[in-house]
């Protein structure tokens, strides 16, 4: 692929909800620019993007894909991002890249969630957006209605361009209204004439109101306006340009990514409107205790972030690199700031799907690949030897839902734990844990469909099938009343036997005290050397569990009377005698299961507010606290059994339609209802 200069690079995130037509868009925009002989179909599995396996046994996009394409001239990167609520981190982080947001929209659905949250990214991070609704040549498709939802969803600045020819099946092109022209399409060739008459009198008043819409932001080409002439296609486009890249303006365009009808438009006012990586701007960098920007400049110093890391069984690890400064030649060194390590970048390459396509090198702005970057992660800045500047790279969101995980074979542990390694590299927001009370190995990520895959991969890419679980909750047990025991270890082995007794009286502490030990031996009854093996008993008696199996905690035990022998008695006996009287005088005070409280704090757009608060009391939950967002949505905080938010994330996103969002840590431990305790299964190591 040849080199493109910087102004004539547009980097493209296609974005929008699960099945609104992004990788039959990115299909159809190949097929055009002639990458492919003919479309591929999602549903024959044979597209550019979506090649996983994974992708195609859950008839869905699961990670970003690269197309870079030449069209007129011009270079676009495609990112075809996944639209599914799992893998929003994947679109997010395309987002961070691109220059240009495509959000693609289905006439049928109209606006869903994810592309409502994907539009709040992309304003956060204030990225020009243009709206291409597809599917037009389907049944109860309405363009009308989807341009109505998406000026209510996201207000001022909606600019329609064009307007559909024909309804449903009939759809067959657009009217442009910047040209006030008609173009039609059959079998892929488009055909312009005059606008149908029957669309006319509607089209014009379009075509006025938009052409004023536009005039207003150059104050030459307004008072030009207001005298009478009439502005050129090529003075509306160039004011839109300035819009669309300041983010004021969201032109719509439309067609049907299927049929092939008007996608040579949109390849065309990307190109044309679409801002390129120089309008972008400077970016900010740190290093050195300072910050500073990095012009996007092809003289400058060679920078790049590694914003994407794919594992490949065969080539190894793939960095993806963003090249933020400077131009990058196979063979250059440049340092890793993280690390502070040097990394040759040997071939230099474009992805297109999993094609690799060589280039010369990679110009500023520009999307490309490396191989084989020994401990390079996503999120490492790149950067010239003596310039140790880093971008700074928003961490991954936490995750929202754990399972456990352990290998199906016995001896596989160390193979696993490489690769769910390899797989973070790949994926920055899956997280692995290790909890060493409930002797499990945690897989987190952000939702039942993430860890399905998350698995799938660990055996096609690994070897390695897993077993799955549910997560064990960390109970804890304590007492509520006071009583008193006597420990008597008595053993007869033929010469020197084992003999201690020891009498404690056990007490409730309040939560969260932990453990306290009270000596009150007086007159010898048990020398002062074993008195530390009885507490170390009580103690271990305490770790290995009480009557339902879980920690002891938050008790008092006092030692207060005891007896020895001068020749059998040693820490051993006394050590077994200490936990022998607490074992007993737990029972005897009657054991209390606590069971962890998380803190709960949810984002929900205010309608939800009452559904989610019911939902909470619901699960043994007490709202503390209800707020209000910057945005206008509701925060509620609550106290929640932690056994009933370990699926919280598939829940509530059932509750709310995707919209809510949560965060949950652990607050405090407090005593379990007598009703539940029958269903807490015992830890295994209780019943080991």
């Keep these: 692929m040849k080199v493109f200069p910087p102004e004539k690079i547009r980097n493209v995130a296609l974005v929008g909800h699960g099945g609104a037509g992004k990788t039959t868009l990115a299909e159809a925009l190949a097929y055009r620019c002639g990458a492919v002989s003919r479309p591929g179909r999602v549903e024959d599995f044979n ?9 195609h046994k859950h008839r869905m996009s699961i990670s970003t894909s690269l197309i870079p394409l030449e069209w007129e001239g011009f270079k676009i990167n495609v990112l075809d991002c996944p639209g599914y609520a799992d893998f929003t981190a994947e679109a997010t982080r395309a987002l961070g890249v691109a220059d240009l947001a495509v959000f693609v929209v289905s006439a049928v659905e109209g606006v869903e969630v994810q592309t409502e949250l994907l539009w709040r990214e992309a304003a956060r991070l204030g990225l020009p957006r243009l709206i291409f609704v597809n599917k037009l040549d389907r049944e109860r498709a309405s363009f009308e209605r989807t341009l109505s939802e998406l000026q209510s969803s996201f207000g001022a600045g909606i600019a329609p361009l064009e307007l559909p020819i024909g309804e449903e099946g009939a759809f067959r092109g657009v009217a442009d209204l910047l040209s ?25 008043s379009i075509h006025d109101a938009l052409v004023e819409g536009i005039v207003v932001a150059d104050d030459d080409l307004m008072e030009r306006y207001l005298e009478g002439e009439i502005p050129s296609v090529a003075n509306l486009e160039a004011t839109l340009a300035h819009g669309v890249s300041a983010a004021q303006v969201f032109p719509v365009l439309c067609g049907s990514a299927v049929k092939d009808v008007a996608v040579d438009r949109l390849g065309a006012f990307i190109c044309e409107i679409g801002p390129s990586p120089l309008d972008r701007g400077p970016v900010e960098v740190s290093g050195g205790g300072s910050t500073t920007t990095v012009a996007p400049t092809p003289d400058g110093p060679p920078l790049a972030v590694v914003w994407k890391t794919v594992v490949d069984r065969h080539v190894g690890k793939i960095s993806l690199l963003h090249v933020l400064s400077g131009t990058i030649s196979p063979d250059a060194v440049l340092v890793d700031s993280r690390t502070r ?13 999993k094609e690799q396509v060589p280039v010369e090198r990679l110009s500023v702005g520009d999307i490309g690949a490396v191989a084989k970057l020994a401990d390079v992660a996503t999120g490492d800045t790149l950067a010239p030897k003596g310039t140790p500047v880093s971008l700074a790279v928003p961490g991954a969101a936490e995750p929202a839902l754990c399972i456990g995980i352990h290998p199906k074979s016995k001896g596989d542990e ?6 769910l390694h390899r797989l973070q590299e790949e994926d920055p927001s899956l997280q692995v844990r290790r ?22 991969r660990l055996a096609r890419k690994f070897s390695v099938d897993v077993v799955t679980e549910p997560v064990v909750v960390p109970y804890r047990e304590t007492v509520n009343t006071q009583a008193e025991a006597e420990g008597r270890y008595k053993k007869q082995t033929g010469g020197h036997g084992q003999f201690g007794v020891a009498s404690i009286r056990l007490s409730p502490l309040a939560r969260g005290a932990g453990f306290e030990f009270v000596d009150e031996i007086v007159g010898g009854a048990i020398p002062r050397q074993y008195i530390p093996a009885v507490q170390k008993g009580i103690e271990e008696a305490m770790a290995a569990g009480g009557v339902h199996g879980w920690p002891v905690v938050d008790v008092s035990v006092t030692l207060f009377d005891g007896k020895y022998h001068p020749v059998d008695s040693s820490e051993m006996s006394f050590k077994m005698a200490g936990a022998m ?17 998380s803190k709960v704090e949810v984002t929900v757009p205010a309608f939800g507010q009452g559904d989610v608060i019911s939902d909470l009391n619901s699960r043994r939950g007490r709202v503390t606290q209800t707020g209000t967002a910057e945005d206008g949505a509701s925060v509620i ?20 339609g995707g919209r809510g969002s949560f965060t949950v840590s652990h607050d405090h431990y407090d005593a379990a209802p007598p009703n539940i305790w029958a269903s807490v299964a015992r830890p295994a190591r209780a019943t080991a």
């Excluded at 597209?47 to 396996?53: Q, S």
């Excluded at 409930?438 to 998350?454: F, I, P, Y």
């Excluded at 938010?645 to 829940?651: E, P, Q, T």
């Design 47 to 55: 597209t550019i993007a979506d090649f996983e396996p994974e992708e």
């Design 180 to 204: 006030d022209t008609a173009i039609t399409y059959d079998t892929g060739k488009a055909t312009t004439g005059p606008i149908p008459e029957e669309m006319a009198l509607r089209e014009h």
């Design 341 to 353: 390590t040097d990394q040759r970048l040997h071939t230099l390459f474009a992805l297109r799907g």
């Design 414 to 419: 160390d193979k696993l734990m490489t690769a």
């Design 435 to 456: 909890d060493d009370e409930t002797h499990q190995t945690l897989l987190c990520g952000a939702g039942e469909t993430h860890l399905a895959v998350v698995a799938e």
């Design 581 to 597: 009287a607490f074992r007993e005088a737990l029972e005897k005070a009657g054991p209390v299961l606590l069971e962890p409280i």
């Design 637 to 656: 905080t609550a106290l929640v059994p932690t056994s009933e938010v370990l699926r919280y994330a598939v829940d509530l996103r059932s509750i709310t």
